[in-house]
Structure formats: structure tokens, C-alpha cells
């Protein structure tokens, strides 16, 4: 029961975080604790990992600054971002799967939050593409999931990216600003 109405929660707050994605009128930005955010994240998506047997790893930064934001649609970018790792890894079978998700302290006044996969990686021609609307690597995919994350990402300030990941797979990353201080 208590499982339910906490899934019924999470539920009114994600259509409550779309619904405010599409709203024009400017919202407060809040101060976020991205450790948190994304602990919760990985926590979400505990029973996908497990089911496809893929270790998670988290590597947060101590002492990590709040992060001006919108803790519930940072915590839906990076579901997304997750479960877009987990679909990789599990359409390429070779190798370990491994998922880190990490937290850091960008360019003196930025916060970073990465996931990280050991999947097949984005194809480099596709890296620039990723981000469009309709645009998918996935053979079930509709391409929008990318797309509303960079929106969403870039209405709270920040910036979503990929690269290459070493040896392999792709790292996805959100810049947000750190909160500003009060004088």
C-alpha cells in the first residue's frame, strides 16, 4: 500500500514537472541537492538494473554545492538517461555492464551530474544528431526522449551533452549552475 501511494506521488508530481516544461511563464528556480537527486534517480530504476544484470555504481562529490534547478525534473532527465543506458547495454551483449553515475563539482560555478554505460556508444556521426526530435539509435525508439531532456535541461539554465565513453559506451552530461549565494 505504502508503495502505491508513494508511486502515486511520483506519478502527480511528473505530469505536474510536464505540465510546467510547457508552461511560458517563468518559474523560481529552487536549490537542488544533486547527490540526492540523483541517489533517488538510481534508486527508481534498482529493479531495471537488477533484472538485466547490470552493476551500478555511484560516485558522488563530497561537499557538492546546491545546484539552482527543479529537483523533480532534474530526477526525470536522468531516469530518462538511465534507462536509456540500461536499453543499451542490453542490446549489445558483450562486455560489462556497467553503470556510473556520478556527481562533480564543473568549472568553478557549475555542477555536473554524468551517466555513464559501457554500451555499444553513439555512432560519431550520430553524437550532434542525438538531441533532435525523431531522431533515435534505438530500433523502438521514437526520439523524443533526448529531446525533452535537452529542453527541459536548457529551461533550468544548463546544458545536456554526450561523448564517448573510454573504453567504450557514452557518457551523457547535465551542467547546471551552482545556487547563488545570498550577500
Not at 133 to 145: D, E, M, N, W, Y
Request: aromatic share 4%.
Amino acid at each position: 500500500m505504502a508503495d502505491m501511494v508513494s508511486d502515486s506521488h511520483r506519478t502527480s508530481e511528473v505530469l505536474s514537472n510536464i505540465r510546467a516544461l510547457f508552461d511560458t511563464e517563468e518559474y523560481e528556480q529552487e536549490e537542488v541537492d544533486a547527490n540526492t537527486t540523483a541517489s533517488d534517480a538510481l534508486r527508481l530504476v534498482r529493479g531495471e538494473l537488477d533484472d538485466h544484470g547490470i552493476t551500478a555504481k555511484a560516485d558522488f562529490a563530497a561537499d557538492l554545492p546546491r545546484a539552482s534547478g527543479n529537483r523533480g525534473q532534474l530526477r526525470e532527465v536522468l531516469i530518462n538517461l538511465l534507462r536509456n543506458a540500461i536499453e543499451a547495454m542490453v542490446a549489445d551483449p558483450s562486455g560489462d555492464r556497467l553503470l556510473t553515475l556520478r556527481t562533480k563539482v564543473h568549472g568553478g560555478n557549475f555542477i555536473a551530474v554524468e551517466v555513464e554505460d559501457t554500451g555499444p556508444g553513439i555512432k560519431p556521426e550520430d553524437l550532434d544528431r542525438v538531441f533532435e526530435a525523431f531522431v533515435t539509435t534505438k530500433s523502438k525508439g521514437r526520439g523524443l526522449g533526448l529531446a525533452i531532456s535537452r529542453a527541459i535541461v536548457e529551461r533550468l539554465r544548463g546544458q545536456l551533452s554526450v561523448s564517448p565513453a573510454t573504453p567504450r559506451g557514452a557518457v551523457f552530461r547535465i551542467v547546471l549552475p551552482q545556487m547563488a549565494l545570498p550577500y
